[in-house]
């Protein structure tokens, strides 16, 4: 569900045409709905009204201090990786007794940052981060809350890029040490237990493997509350897939059926960590066709947004639909939808079905906003693209194009 609609046959944002934001503010740039964000926080909310719990948005997902202000609002906490997101979490409003800190690598000074903030909890990935968080712990005169990531070993039937719950990947601590590891941590100065955690990948578009994974979670909580430990928080990750093209994900009715269903009733809180299913079709990158290129084997749609600005096609070969802006009755044919940069691997979707398109028309790649620009780069010296948020027939810009300055920002020649 989007909020992303034709009005007669020119694309809408809400009630705003697509059109008159490129005529303002140029392209390439990301759009996003805050109706349907705000739309699809609730629908994921509500569908675990009847338990105590926190929605805890994963950052990454994408980024923007507007999104985040926006959750803010609602109510959400935040799933973060990195000192970075902290303090856009935190910039955003976002309480930090509502922020879980997850990942495999977390430095002294991000832990630091963390604890000085007062999180929630920190999600460990091994023994070696459980012991950096007593020595900084100690060191501050003060305890750490913590959780410990379990890799339940589960197939998530996705993408193996973005698969992270089986036992070659590097997260989590295996389900089979878990029990031990809880045991040492709690006998750990400054270290707290809190919580137990699972995430075991993203854009999951079958229930089973969560209920799989939820389980064996369970499992292991009921060891610990057997051994004394008080668990407060149960986090079982985000992952929740949406639709791109002919996926047919779980509604998160469905998903709340399928955890609930796993956990089986309890006192505890539940934590989740949704991020694409709260923004991925909430987002769409608007781009220009530059150039029609026929080849022998192939049309090209050469447009002004590339691999820089989204890499999900050309990273994980992942479907996006692209679709123009000003509908209407054309000739179908199959083209690939490349950017500027310079390499064979830039293109935004191949061998795609779509209307011919002139030079100089406006195209939409669907379902952009998670992994868009929170991935983007300025390789090939391209300046970011801007970001702008629509609710009802207002928009504003929320993030303004880079310009050649901000790509030399804190560079220099060198004097030595
Ligand atoms: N929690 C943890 C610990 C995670 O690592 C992730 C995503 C999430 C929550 C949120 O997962 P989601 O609900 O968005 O599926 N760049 C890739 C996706 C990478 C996901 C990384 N971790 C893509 O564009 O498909």
């Known amino acids: 569900m989007h909020y992303f609609n034709y009005q007669g046959n020119e694309l809408y944002c ?3 045409p697509v059109e008159r934001i490129a005529a303002e503010v140029g392209t390439p740039f990301y759009l996003y709905s805050a109706s349907t964000i705000v739309r699809h926080y609730n629908v994921f909310t509500e569908a675990f009204a009847d338990v105590d719990h926190l929605v805890c948005y994963s950052v990454k997902a994408n980024s923007n201090l507007a999104v985040l202000k926006m959750l803010a609002d ?10 970075g997101e902290l303090f856009r979490a935190l910039r955003a409003g976002i309480s930090p007794d509502k922020i879980v800190f997850s990942g495999v690598g977390k430095r002294d000074e991000e832990i ?4 000085e903030s007062g999180i929630l909890m920190f999600n460990v990935e091994s023994t070696s981060e459980l012991s950096a968080l007593s020595r900084i712990a100690k060191d501050m005169g003060s305890t750490a809350p913590v959780a410990l990531r379990v890799n339940p070993d589960v197939d998530p039937e996705t993408h193996p890029y973005i698969s992270t719950g089986m036992k070659e990947n590097k997260f989590g601590i295996p389900v089979t040490e878990a029990l031990s590891i809880y045991l040492q941590a709690a006998k750990m100065d400054h270290i707290q237990v809190v919580g137990a955690d699972c995430h075991i990948g993203s854009q999951l578009t079958s229930s ?97 947004a590339a ?57 939409a790649v669907m379902s952009s906003g998670a992994y868009g620009f929170s991935m983007s780069s300025q ?15 207002r928009f504003e810009v929320v993030r303004n194009r880079e310009t050649f300055d901000d790509l030399v920002k804190g560079e220099r020649v060198f004097n030595g």
């Open 14 to 16: 809400e009630d705003v």
């Open 74 to 83: 609602l109510g959400a906490g935040a799933d973060i990786v990195s000192g």
């Open 112 to 115: 630091r940052f963390a604890l």
């Open 208 to 304: 089973a493997p969560f209920g799989e994974a939820v389980t064996k979670l369970m499992e292991l909580v009921s060891d610990l509350d057997r051994e004394g430990m008080e668990i407060k928080y149960i986090d079982v990750g985000g992952g929740l897939g949406i639709i791109y093209g002919e996926e047919a994900p779980p509604l998160p009715s469905d998903y709340a059926d399928t955890i609930l269903d796993a956990v089986g009733g309890t006192d505890k809180t539940l934590i989740f960590e949704p991020g694409r299913v709260i923004v991925g079709n909430a987002g769409i990158l608007v781009t220009r066709v530059i150039y029609n290129k026929k080849t022998a084997e192939k049309n090209f749609i050469i447009v002004d």
């Open 307 to 363: 691999m820089n600005d989204l890499i999900r096609p050309s990273l994980y070969d992942a479907y996006q639909e692209v679709r123009p802006v000003f509908r209407t009755e054309r000739e179908e044919i199959v083209a690939d939808v490349v950017g500027p940069v310079c390499e064979s691997t830039d293109y935004l979707a191949r061998d795609h079905s779509m209307p011919a398109v002139e030079e100089g028309e406006l195209l």
């Open 379 to 393: 390789y090939n010296s391209r300046p970011r693209a801007a970001e702008i948020m629509v609710r009802d027939k």
